[in-house]
C-alpha cells in the first residue's frame, strides 16, 4: 500500500474515535417555551399560598415563563382562604412550610418583587393599655345584672358609670380617679355573701354601693359593718337595713314615708275600703303593708282584706278572688314590677277593675311592657320623675339621655346620687380610710341631689321627697310630690 493511503486510512480512524463520544448539541432557539417550562415544573418547588389579594391583582393575566426561575425562600403566612380565580395547584405535594409566624388579623404581606427576599411580617402593633392608677379609688357595685330583677340593676349600673364618667373627667378624687368595680347578683339572695366579699376581700374596696332590693341588702348590710366598709343602698327602703350599724347608709327614703305617702294619696281619692295584697315571706312587702295598715286606719279607713303569697307563685286566683268579694275601693299591692304585673292582670281577667295602689318597686318599664292596659289607672310611689325635675335634675337629664338615649329612671337617678354622695363624703374627709369617710358621710348635710336635698338623719336615713306617678296608656304620669 502506499504511504499516502496509509494516511488517509490512519486520520479516518481517529476521527471516527473521537466523534463517537460526543452527543451534538441542538440550537437553544429549538428548544420550545413548553420544555422550558416542564424544566421549571420539575425543578421548582412549589410556593407557599401567599395571602388573598385584591380583586384586580387576582385577575390580573399570568404569563407564561421564558426561562427557568430560580427557587426562593418566602417568610411563611397562614394562609387564607383561597379565592375563586386562584389557579389550581399541582398534583404534587407542597414541600412543607414553616411555622406561621403572621398573627390572626393582621393586614396581608405586599408583594414583593422576586428578586428581592421578603421579610418577615412584623407583628401587629398592640395599643398600650392604660395602667390603673395604683392609688384609684376602688369603689365597689353590687347589683342585678342577670334574673328577675336585671332592669332594676341595668338601669342603676347606667347612672352609676354616667356619675363617674363625671367624677374623672373633672380630675376624680383626692387627685385620682375613681375605679367602679362592678358584681352580678343574679337577683339571688344567696350570691350576696360570695359578691360582697369578693369586692371587699379581693379588690379592696374602700366603699360599697348596693344592692337595690331590701333583701339582699339586708345580707349584705352586716357583712359591710363587720370589716367597717362604708355601704350606701341606693333603693332598699327597710327600716332594719340601716338599723345594722354605722357604716350603713341609703340614698333613698324609708318604708314608713312611703306608706305615709300612699295612705295620704288614698285618702286624698275618697277611698274608705282598701284590700292588701303582699308578698309574705318578702320584708319589703311585710314593711310596708304592715306600715300602709297602721297609717291607713288612723285616718279613719278600713282594711277589709290582707292576703299574701309566696315569692314565685304565677298564679293568683285564690288570693284575688277572696279580695273580690270584699268588694274594696283600692288594692294596695306593695310588690316588685314582675310580679304586680302577672297579679294585676289576672284580676281584672277575674273582674277585678278597681285601682291598684304600689310603691317604688313597680318603677320599671317591664310593667308596661308585661301589663299592658291593664294597668292603666293604677298609681305608685317612686323617688323622681323625668317630668318634675329640679335644676340639678334638668342637668342629670340632659347628660343621661344623651349617654343613653332614654329619659332616666329613678334607680339611675338614685344609684347617681349614691356615687356622688360617696365622692362628696372622700372630698370632705380627706382620706380614704374607712373610719375618715364613714364619719364625713353621716356629716352629709344639704346635698344636692337629682333625686331631691339630702341630708341624714341620726339614723343614716335621708329626708327627701318622694313623687307620686299614674299609670296610663302605656307610660308614668307624674301626678304630685310629697315632702317629707
Known amino acids: 500500500m502506499k504511504p499516502t493511503s496509509l494516511l488517509l486510512v490512519f486520520l479516518s480512524v481517529a476521527f471516527a474515535l473521537t466523534g463517537c463520544n ?81 398573627q390572626e388579623g393582621a393586614p396581608p404581606q405586599a408583594s414583593t418583587p422576586s428578586s428581592v427576599e421578603p421579610t418577615p411580617t412584623p407583628e401587629p402593633l398592640q395599643l398600650p393599655q392604660s395602667p390603673e392608677d395604683p392609688l384609684a379609688t376602688r369603689v365597689g357595685l353590687f347589683i342585678p345584672l342577670t334574673g328577675s330583677q336585671a332592669s332594676f340593676g341595668i338601669d342603676a349600673l347606667n347612672g352609676a358609670k354616667l356619675a363617674v364618667d363625671e367624677i374623672n373627667e373633672q380630675g376624680g378624687v383626692l387627685d385620682h380617679p375613681v375605679n367602679l368595680l362592678v358584681k352580678d347578683t343574679e337577683s339571688r339572695t344567696e350570691q350576696i355573701a360570695a359578691v360582697v366579699g369578693e369586692l371587699i376581700d379581693t379588690e379592696k374596696v374602700v366603699a360599697l354601693i348596693g344592692e337595690i332590693t331590701t333583701d339582699r341588702t339586708l345580707v349584705a348590710a352586716p357583712l359591710a359593718q363587720e370589716r367597717g366598709i362604708p355601704l350606701i343602698t341606693p333603693s332598699a327602703t327597710n327600716e332594719k337595713i340601716t338599723a345594722v350599724g354605722n357604716y350603713v347608709f341609703r340614698a333613698c327614703y324609708i318604708d314608713a314615708f312611703q306608706a305615709a305617702m300612699m295612705t295620704k294619696f288614698a285618702r286624698s281619692l275618697d277611698v274608705d275600703k282598701v284590700a292588701m295584697l303582699f308578698d309574705g315571706n318578702n320584708p319589703y312587702g311585710t314593711s310596708l ?66 285601682p291598684f295602689l304600689g310603691t317604688d318597686g313597680w318603677d320599671s318599664s317591664e310593667l308596661l311592657k308585661s301589663a299592658g292596659q291593664a294597668v292603666n289607672n293604677c298609681y305608685f310611689a317612686s323617688h323622681f320623675s323625668s317630668e318634675h325635675l329640679s335644676a340639678r335634675a334638668k342637668s342629670f337629664s340632659a ?49 344636692a341631689g337629682v333625686t331631691g336635698t339630702i341630708a341624714f338623719d341620726q339614723d343614716r336615713n335621708p329626708k327627701k321627697p318622694g313623687v307620686i306617678l299614674r299609670v296610663q296608656d302605656g307610660k308614668f304620669t307624674y301626678l304630685e310630690s310629697v315632702e317629707p
Open 22 to 102: 460526543k452527543k451534538p448539541s441542538a440550537p437553544a432557539e429549538q428548544q420550545s417555551v413548553a420544555e422550558q417550562q416542564s424544566v421549571v415544573a420539575e425543578q421548582a418547588p412549589e410556593q407557599p399560598s401567599t395571602p388573598q389579594q385584591p380583586a384586580a391583582l387576582l385577575q390580573a393575566p399570568v404569563r407564561p415563563l421564558q426561562a427557568p426561575v430560580p427557587p426562593r425562600e418566602v417568610a411563611a403566612v397562614s394562609p387564607p382562604e383561597v379565592a375563586a380565580s386562584s389557579p389550581p395547584k399541582t398534583s404534587e405535594s407542597p414541600p412543607q412550610a414553616p411555622a406561621s409566624t403572621q
Open 289 to 354: 303593708s304592715s306600715a300602709f295598715k297602721v297609717d291607713f286606719v288612723k285616718q279613719g279607713g278600713s282594711i277589709v282584706a290582707e292576703e299574701s303569697y309566696r315569692g314565685g307563685d304565677v298564679d293568683y286566683a285564690t288570693q284575688l278572688n277572696a279580695i273580690k268579694l270584699k268588694n274594696p275601693d283600692i288594692v294596695f299591692l306593695p310588690s316588685y314590677f314582675a310580679e304586680a304585673a302577672v297579679i294585676i292582670k289576672q284580676a281584672r281577667q277575674l273582674g277585678i277593675e278597681v
Open 399 to 447: 347628660a343621661y339621655r344623651g349617654k343613653f338615649q332614654a329619659p332616666p329612671p329613678p334607680l339611675a337617678a338614685l344609684t347617681y346620687d349614691a356615687v356622688w354622695l360617696l365622692v362628696d363624703a372622700l372630698k370632705r374627709g380627706g382620706s380614704t380610710n374607712s373610719t375618715a369617710l364613714r364619719d364625713a358621710l353621716a356629716e352629709t348635710k344639704d346635698f
